[in-house]
Every structure is written in structure tokens, then in C-alpha cells.
């Protein structure tokens, strides 16, 4: 099984692999427009392909090799060839380039972002899902999450706090409140004995009541900005790398949690059979509890993620989400009948929906098909499981 | 087809000839040929498994029989087909009340053919009026407009019978002429079955041919004319009620008797026997030990009336009886499986809390439960995990939040169990789906083959698997008991319970009917007790 576990996790590292190398391929290319700031002080200064500096100002020569600006802040150089113009006349530099729509810097850096998000909760609803329960809520928990978190950060905080206060109070308000609705998500499911389904279909209109009344249907922001630019967005080597870090080490720990500690094993057993488990001496109602509040807890931490990166929290964000979390789950391998799935499953699934949703903007197609396609997206995965599960032998 | 009248006063409507039936690998009916006459109450006996319920449903075409013939009337029925025997006039009333309780009584009788009116609508004064005809004629006092769940089940059992007097001339069939009633009263309370079988009665006076199948000798006796007796899907003999005594239908369902000179029918326990030398099994071994489980005064609503057991280290207690007594109910009871259950449940000294399932295994009791595939296994996991999976948290590292597992420790015990029950498969993280039906019993069973159990309690262990597997797993059992293990088997095969037992209690009804030592055990004493009506009604 475990041979059949890695081999649904290659399948879907291809299945990424190749809607990559079809939207790069397909997606074609957009000019580029780009301005760099020049201060008042500058000049442009040109060089000749010898290496020789030209005229300041002066109109380059065709074999022009580059161009230097220097600003307040240093000196830059810029390659010439791929199209680039500039005119230097307005205190900046424009300029124009041909990138690929696809393979563009800024393209991958959303897709990793919007993935990211989502993989987050991917990782905590595929025990629920292995687990043979489901978790409508995670969208509505992810958006109350976010806006308790901003207004922690913007009214207690204060908006010089340093990275060591901002970051753990951020971090720890979200979580802990997705962690409080999870747990009682799994207290009701638990004690009330009623089905998930309808338990976090109640919590989800519940929880999204919390934040219109809270909020007013205000977006809250003005966050310290050691929490947004100084750890969420931080550039590191023109990227913005950390939605993408957490992403992986929550991943990290999934895996972990799932396969090497007792209560990740009882999840596989209570999700597979049930009676079986409650016979074995499992502690059911505990291990379930445990596995909503981890989703909680994951669905919180997701949007401390958010609220950092996009610096307010919005009323209507996280609206829809749990489509996409169990969408990423599903194609991720987790069964819906209980006691299959990963977490590593997860996250790649995450980054299939992402690029599903990111590919249809770049093949130009109306957003309004997006919600058709991730249905049948859907819908897709969960044949081709089931034709998987039928294929394979019985002893 | 030509019938032959076997005897000059017998007017025989019903024949079944030659009957034979496959599940698997369980021959239910083997050549079963029977007579039976219009305006009799024929009764189908039998124990467990002997293919009387088989034969019921194969009259009424619930049951495709592999050869043999039904006939009704000189008119051949074709076999398998519930329309054909419907037609015929057939009908059967289930053992269980498989209806809608969420509709009322006049909708479950006409739920196959609903009246309409012209506008297509439900026409529910029809409805009413159609199922007033069918109820009242068995129980005036019938509210045929209320919920069916709201009724009591001895009132829905009528409202089933009812449902079976049905007129099948709006189906283009035959009025009911064969009624089949399987195992009518297991849900009735007294009073209810007496007016069951004063209704059973009034029906064979009406001329119809009433089949009723059933366990219960007081029944037997008190509403049949003639019993027909089955033994391992085989026709034994068809008996007048009025000329046989309970202790030879008992004979008679058990198999071959010797008569002792005190007049005592004994049973023949060659077959035990054989079970016990094939297996290895000595009958005279140690006497054991102390008393290691002790569960005083169980009960459980509707199930389980104040029964008390001890069984000693090194011992076997044996709980006989029949399908519904009760037998693996009390075993979920003494294992915390039951929520509703009270009593007292004594491991060595220390006291249980009842209704923890997690604090019978930490005390060192272990459950085999009778349905492997969905009680017991996880398909979805290895061989592994299926054993480890009650001593997992024991073994991990519990200082780590959601407790870190100990993989070597667990596959010190996996690889520990697997040898020592014999488990084949090829390897340990195998599903148990690739092992065969006698090897995941096996497995099942070596999950609680450690030195932490004390108390085994096995429901059926050997069901549906074959005679080599059984040989094997009663002598592994058997060297554990030696080994100090305290072991309570709840059987329906007679002579397994025979041969593993050191002690047999019998239950019938969820009372305790007696409990049988040394001479005494033996399938007529087990028998005689588990077909008692009990006195105590729950």
C-alpha cells in the first residue's frame, strides 16, 4: 500500500508536471510593461558593446549592450536585448519585455500563494476525510480566524510592534480561535451524534454570521508592518517565499502526524471501519475531536498566512473555500469513504486546483467557468479512484 | 410432473422434492423432499444452520434451490421466482419486520401497489379502506392510519401477516393459499406470540397450509399438527405432533442417540471427539487455576436478564443456546460494549466500570467478534497495524503529543503474534483482504495472543472456515488455555463447543438456563436447556 500511496503521489507530481508544460507551451506569451522610479538625481547612463560609457541621455546605438540607471540607491544594470526600450526623459525608466504567461515570476509566486492557502487546510481536512467525516466550515473558520487576528494585530498589537511580539500574537490569536471552532465542530458531532455533514453546514452559516456582525462588513487592516512585509511577505531573492514554507512544513507534519504517532494510525482505523476500531479499544469520539481541531487549528493558521500576505482581512474571505480544500483532498488521493488519503496527497492536489484555476485565466477563459471546471474536476478524481479501487486485486 | 401420493390419507397440496441448496461453501439443503397438507400447521424444526429458514424461503421463492422441484397443487412452481410462488398463492411472513415505520400501517400494506384516484393522486380513503379489510381480520383494535414504528412488534407482526393475506387477484395472482412464517415470534413477547398462534390457527381452520419455522418446542407443541425435522440441510423425519415427545424431536435434531440404561438419552459425542484428536486436544488436562473473571448479575434491556459467570485461569467456559439467546450480546456486555448494560465485571480483584471498553482491555480482556468483517478487521491497514492495534498506545512514547510510535516494539509483538498463531501471509504489512477467510480469523485472534490477556472472549471463532484452519485454531486456543489463559466461547457448532469447553452455560432468552459439567455436556443437555421457554420475561 505504501508502494500505491507513492505511486498516487507520483501520478499527481506528473499530473502537475504536465498541466505546467502545456500552460507554459500553450499559454503564450504578454508583453510586459515595467517602470523603474528614477529619484531626480539620477542618470541613465548607456554603454556601447566595448564596455565604453556613452553620452549621458544620449539615444543608444543599435549595439547597445545595456544601460545603467543610477538612483539614490545604486547603480543597476538592465540588459537590452528581448524588446526592452526606455526613455529616460520622466524621471523613470519604462520599459517593455515578452515573458511567457505561464512561466512568469509573478505568475508562480501567485499560484504558490493561492496553493499555499489551501494546502494548508488540505493537510488537516484529509484526516477528517480519512476519517470518513467532512468539514464544510474550514472556509467560514479561515475567515473568522483572520478577522479576530486583525483586529488583534491592529487594535493590541499597535502598529510599531516588533517582528518577536506581532508574529506569535498574529500566529497564536488565529489559530487558537480556528482551533476553538474546530473543537467545537467535533464536541457537537461527537457528543450530539449527528452527522458532519450537517453539523459544519450549521457552523458554516454560523461562523460566517460571527463575522458579518463582528465586522460590520468592514475589512479590517493597518497592521504592524513586522507581520505583513517584515515575516508573511518578506522578499527573499525577489520572491515571496514564506506562504510557500509554511506550506511545506505543515505538509511535513501532516506526514508525520498521519503515519508515526498512535492517534494518526487511529484515524486510519476509526475512518476504515469503525465498529472494528470502537472493538480495538479505540477511543473514537477523542481521536475525532482531535482530528476537528486540527483542521481548526490548520484553517486558523492558514489565514494568519493570509491576513500577512494581503495585509486585512476581508468579511467574505475564505467565502467557497471548502469546495477547493476538499476538492485538494480528494484529488489528493483521500478516500470519502473513509481510511485512505495523505497529506503529501494534499498538498500536491492543492497545487493541481491552483493550477487548474490559474490555467484558465491564462488560456483566457471566462472566470465564470472556473466553478464548472473545478466541479468536474471533482468529479473526475473521484471516477478515477474508484476505477483504481475496482482494478485492484482482492485477496 | 407426476406426484406421488405416499399414503392413502394424505391429501397433500404442498411437495417439495429433492431440494438441494449451495452458499458458498455451506450446503444448506442436501436432497430435502417434504410433504405438506392444506389445512395443517407443518412446522420446520431444526438448530442452527440446519436449513429450516433455507427451505421456507426457497417455498416461497425467496431462494433459487441448485435441483429438486416445488409443486403446489400437481402444478410445478418455477424456482427463484417470488412472482411465480406469489402467483401460486404463496406468501411469507420474515423473521425480521422489514417495513417502513416511518408510514403508517394502511401505506406499508398497499406500498406495492398504492390506490389511485383519477387525478393520479393517492387515493388514501381506498388505502384505508383496503388495509381495514386485511388488519381487521386478524386484530380489530389495529389503528391502520397510525405510524407503523409506533406500533408494538408483536401489532406489526400481524400487521405483517396481514400484509400476506392479501388477495392476489389485483396482481393477477391466486388468493393465499401457503403461508410461510419464519421464526415468527423471536421478537414477540409472550402474550403476543399466544395470539400469534391462535392466529396461525384460525388460518390452517380457514384450509390454508401454514409452514411455520421455529426453535421453540412450546410452540411446537401447542399450535402444530405435524413437525418436520432438519439436520445439517438433511430431511430427518416428518412427525403428528400428537404422537412424539420433546425428547425425541430433540433426538431427532441432534442426530444418532444411544439410550442409556437409566433411560437418559446421551449423545453421541463421537464427533466432538474427533474434533479433539484431530486437534490435538486432551481432554483430562491440568485443573485450573484461580478465578480470573468474574461478571455477576449482567443485564441489558431486552436482552440480558441477571447472568453471572466465573471462568478460572486455564479454562474454557463454553455459552450455548440459539440464535437471539442473547450469546454474544453478553459477551459485549462483560467487554464494555454495550451502553445500556449493568452489573458487575471483576478481573482477578480489581472491579471494572461497566460500559469501558478501554479499561476491559487494560485489565486484559480481549474480544473476537462473531462478524470479522465489519467488527473486526481493517482492510484498509496491514497485517501489522490490525494486530497492534489495541496494544499501540501501550507501546508508544507517550510523552509526545498524540503519542510517538514505538515501530520495533510493535513489530516485536506483530512478528511474535503472527508466529505463534500461525498467520500466513506474505508479509506484515499484507492487507488482510489477501489473506485467505481462515487466516484473517486467525489474525483476528492473534491480536490479543500476549501475556497482557487474561480473558479471551471469542464469538464464534471458527465461522466459515475450513475444517483444516478449525483443527488448527482449536489447538492453538487450547495451548494458550494451557498456558493460563481464561477463555469464555460462545459457539453455535455443537461439536466445537463440546470439544473446547470445560464447562458449558446455556442461555435461552437472555435468562440462564443451567450450566453443564463434566457427563452432563453433551448436545441433548444443551439442547434440552437452550430450547427451555424461560420463565423470567424480560
Request: aromatic share 20%.
Given at each position: 500500500m505504501r508502494r500505491l500511496a507513492g505511486a498516487q503521489e507520483a501520478g499527481l507530481v506528473l499530473v502537475i508536471v504536465l498541466i505546467g508544460v502545456i500552460l507554459a507551451i500553450r499559454g503564450g506569451t504578454k508583453q510586459k510593461q515595467f517602470r523603474i522610479e528614477v529619484a531626480q538625481s539620477a542618470t541613465v547612463v548607456e554603454y556601447y558593446a566595448d564596455g565604453t560609457e556613452g553620452e549621458p541621455g544620449a539615444r543608444p546605438l543599435p549595439q547597445v549592450a545595456g544601460w545603467n540607471v543610477t538612483t539614490d540607491s545604486g547603480t543597476e544594470t538592465y540588459a537590452k536585448n528581448n524588446g526592452y526600450s526606455y526613455n529616460a526623459g520622466q524621471n523613470a525608466v519604462f520599459g517593455r519585455k515578452t515573458v511567457n504567461k505561464f512561466l512568469d515570476q509573478e505568475n508562480l509566486v501567485l499560484v504558490a500563494k493561492d496553493a499555499s492557502f489551501i494546502a494548508i487546510m488540505a493537510v488537516g481536512m484529509t484526516a477528517v476525510i480519512i476519517l470518513a467525516g467532512i468539514d464544510l466550515s474550514v472556509g467560514a473558520i479561515y475567515g473568522l480566524a483572520a478577522l479576530i487576528g486583525a483586529f488583534a494585530l491592529k487594535n493590541v498589537v499597535g502598529d510599531d510592534a516588533g517582528l518577536l511580539v506581532s508574529v506569535p500574537v498574529g500566529i497564536g490569536v488565529c489559530c487558537l480561535v480556528g482551533a476553538a471552532c474546530g473543537a467545537a465542530n467535533g464536541a457537537m458531532i461527537v457528543g450530539l451524534r449527528v452527522h458532519p455533514f450537517v453539523i459544519t453546514l450549521g457552523t458554516m452559516a454560523a461562523y460566517r454570521g460571527i463575522i458579518f456582525v463582528l465586522s460590520k462588513g468592514q475589512s479590517v487592516g493597518q497592521f504592524p508592518e513586522s507581520f505583513t512585509s517584515g515575516f508573511f511577505k518578506a522578499e527573499i531573492a525577489g520572491v515571496y517565499p514564506v506562504p510557500v514554507i509554511v506550506m511545506l512544513l505543515v505538509g511535513a507534519v501532516g506526514v508525520f502526524l498521519l503515519s508515526k504517532t498512535v492517534v494518526g494510525r487511529q484515524v486510519y482505523a476509526v475512518g476504515g471501519n469503525e465498529t472494528a476500531a470502537k472493538y480495538a479499544g479505540i477511543p473514537v469520539g477523542r481521536v475525532k475531536i482531535i482530528v476537528y481541531t486540527l483542521l481548526g487549528l490548520l484553517a486558523g493558521l492558514s489565514a494568519a498566512v493570509y491576513l500577512g500576505y494581503l495585509g486585512a482581512a476581508e468579511p467574505n474571505a475564505g467565502m467557497a473555500y471548502e469546495l477547493k480544500v476538499i476538492a485538494a483532498t480528494v484529488i489528493g488521493g483521500a478516500s470519502l469513504m473513509g481510511g485512505r488519503g495523505s497529506a503529501m496527497g494534499a498538498v500536491l492536489g492543492a497545487i493541481v486546483i491552483q493550477l487548474i484555476d490559474n490555467g484558465m485565466i491564462i488560456l483566457g477563459?471566462?472566470?465564470?467557468?472556473n466553478q464548472i471546471v473545478m466541479g468536474v474536476a471533482i468529479i473526475i478524481a473521484v471516477v478515477i479512484d474508484q476505477a483504481k479501487t475496482r482494478l485492484a486485486p482482492k485477496g | 410432473m407426476s406426484v406421488t401420493l405416499a399414503d392413502s390419507n394424505n391429501n397433500e397440496f404442498l411437495r417439495v422434492e429433492g431440494v438441494s441448496k449451495r452458499f458458498g461453501i455451506t450446503q444448506a439443503l442436501s436432497d430435502v423432499s417434504v410433504s405438506f397438507r392444506s389445512g395443517e400447521v407443518h412446522a420446520l424444526m431444526g438448530e442452527n444452520g440446519a436449513g429450516k429458514s433455507t427451505l421456507g424461503k426457497a417455498i416461497a421463492g425467496l431462494h433459487k434451490p441448485d435441483t429438486g422441484t416445488i409443486a403446489l397443487d400437481g402444478k410445478q412452481l418455477r424456482l427463484g421466482s417470488i412472482d411465480d410462488a406469489f402467483a401460486a398463492g404463496v406468501r411469507i411472513v420474515h423473521q425480521e419486520l422489514a417495513q417502513c415505520p416511518n408510514l403508517s400501517v394502511a401505506e406499508n400494506l398497499c406500498l406495492h401497489d398504492l390506490p389511485c384516484s383519477k387525478l393520479g393522486t393517492v387515493d388514501f380513503d381506498e388505502m384505508i379502506k383496503r388495509a381495514q379489510d386485511l388488519v381487521h381480520r386478524l386484530d380489530p383494535a389495529i389503528d391502520v392510519r397510525k405510524p407503523l414504528g409506533e406500533l408494538s412488534p408483536g401489532k406489526r407482526q400481524i400487521c405483517q401477516i396481514a400484509a400476506s393475506l392479501e388477495d392476489g387477484a389485483r396482481r393477477g395472482g391466486s388468493s393465499p393459499r401457503v403461508i410461510v412464517f419464519d421464526e415468527p415470534t423471536s421478537s414477540l413477547s409472550i402474550a403476543e406470540a399466544d395470539r400469534l398462534g391462535e392466529i396461525v390457527r384460525e388460518l390452517a381452520e380457514q384450509g390454508l397450509t401454514v409452514i411455520y419455522v421455529s426453535h421453540r418446542m412450546g410452540e411446537i407443541f401447542s399450535c402444530c399438527d405435524r413437525v418436520t425435522v432438519l439436520r445439517d440441510g438433511r430431511f430427518v423425519a416428518t412427525n403428528n405432533v400428537s404422537e412424539i415427545d420433546e425428547a425425541t424431536l430433540v433426538e431427532q435434531m441432534i442426530g444418532k442417540r444411544i439410550v442409556t440404561p437409566t433411560g437418559k438419552i446421551e449423545s453421541e459425542t463421537s464427533e466432538a471427539e474427533a474434533l479433539q484428536e484431530l486437534s490435538g486436544i486432551d481432554s483430562a488436562h491440568a485443573p485450573p487455576g484461580s478465578v480470573v473473571l468474574k461478571a455477576e448479575s449482567i443485564s441489558s434491556p431486552g436482552t440480558l436478564h441477571k447472568i453471572s459467570l466465573e471462568v478460572r485461569a486455564g479454562e474454557v467456559l463454553g455459552v450455548g443456546g440459539l440464535v437471539g439467546a442473547g450469546r454474544s450480546e453478553l459477551l459485549a456486555a462483560i467487554f464494555g460494549l454495550d451502553s445500556k448494560a449493568t452489573g458487575t465485571v471483576t478481573v482477578g480483584q480489581r472491579s471494572l466500570p461497566m460500559r469501558d471498553v478501554r479499561a476491559a482491555i487494560k485489565a486484559g480482556i480481549g474480544l473476537v467478534p462473531e462478524d470479522r468483517r465489519h467488527e473486526g478487521l481493517f482492510f484498509q491497514l496491514g497485517v501489522d497495524e490490525n494486530i497492534v492495534a489495541p496494544r499501540m498506545p501501550a507501546l508508544a512514547n507517550r510523552k509526545f503529543p498524540f503519542g510517538l510510535r514505538r515501530r520495533q516494539a510493535e513489530m516485536g509483538v506483530v512478528n511474535q503474534r503472527v508466529e505463534k498463531f500461525h498467520v500466513k501471509t506474505a508479509s506484515t504489512s499484507s492487507k488482510p483482504g489477501e489473506l485467505s477467510g481462515g487466516n484473517q480469523q486467525k489474525l483476528l485472534i492473534a491480536r490479543w495472543m500476549g501475556k497482557e490477556t487474561k480473558v479471551l472472549l471469542l464469538d464464534e471463532p471458527t465461522r466459515g472456515i475450513d475444517v483444516g484452519t478449525k483443527a488448527e485454531v482449536y489447538k492453538l486456543i487450547r495451548k494458550a488455555v494451557d498456558g493460563g489463559l481464561a477463555v469464555v466461547l460462545v459457539s453455535s457448532e455443537m461439536p466445537e463447543l463440546l470439544a473446547l469447553s470445560d464447562r458449558i452455560m446455556v442461555l435461552a432468552d437472555g435468562v440462564c438456563t443451567g450450566t453443564l459439567e463434566g457427563d452432563e455436556m453433551t448436545q441433548t443437555g444443551v439442547l434440552t436447556l437452550a430450547t427451555q421457554e424461560s420463565a423470567a420475561a424480560l
Open positions: 477563459v471566462d472566470q465564470a467557468y | -
